[in-house]
């Protein structure tokens, strides 16, 4: 069963059972166990495969994605528990939310907005999805769309969820990033969004980048994982802050 998913992460417990000739109620069960092994992380009606992602085109891309891979499926497979069929969606160029993806493969007809171009290609691989990539200027080495064209974009659409990542994190300052104009961006997309998920793994916590860009009291819920460190923990219950650590 495990290859078959891997195979084809769209597969659902219908589809198991028919290709396997055994009762749902049993692939259930088995999805359970696998889950239990670490061998999958389980989603709404069946599973998905851990380590077994697509790689990014870009070589540079790739190597962001594999830092902290772990830490950022599990906070992917998290979020993607939060997304229903058709909805609306912003999602950044970030690693994370490429990681998030992956996890929304089954899903049918999400509408999507994105400046990140691994995120946009992985997710219009499913036909029923609308992939909306901004337009705005393309460097090399950073996979991702920005520029005045791409925030002007932004002005006219509605999201329900925005789902967005950073390179550091302080519940005092909130988001901040390394690249001035992903900043721009983000802070563009969160106006258009009713609720804003921010995917943020522990390694960023305590880092205080250049350019702020999400503050706290912009974010609806925060995702971490379990290596977020206690005292971490304690500040941001202290702080009010909505926050839910995925192991």
Known sequence: MLGLIQRDPTL?????????????????????????AKQLVRVHGGGVALNNHALPRSPAFAARAKTQEDAKQRIGARAAALV????????????TVYHLAHFLLDRRGLR???NGIE?????????????????GIVRAGIDSVIGPWSERFLHDVRIRTAFVSCSGF?????????????AQFRIKAIESAAQVVALIDASKFGKLDMTPSV????????????????????????????????T
């Open 84 to 95: 229903a069929d058709g909805d609306a969606l912003l999602l950044d160029a970030s690693s």
């Open 119 to 135: 995120v946009a290609c992985l997710l219009a691989q499913n036909p029923t999805n609308t992939v909306n990539l901004v337009g």
């Open 215 to 246: 503050r706290m009291d912009q974010i609806s819920m925060l995702l971490t994982d379990g290596a977020l460190a206690a005292d971490w923990a304690e500040r941001m219950r202290a702080a009010g802050i909505p926050f839910e650590v995925c």
């Open 170 to 182: 302080t519940p005092e300052v909130g988001m901040t990033e390394v690249d001035v104009y992903e």
């Open 12 to 36: 659902r417990v219908p589809d198991l059972a028919a290709l396997l000739h055994v009762s749902q109620g049993t692939i259930r069960n088995d999805l359970n166990a696998l889950a239990d």
């Open 112 to 114: 999507i907005v994105t």
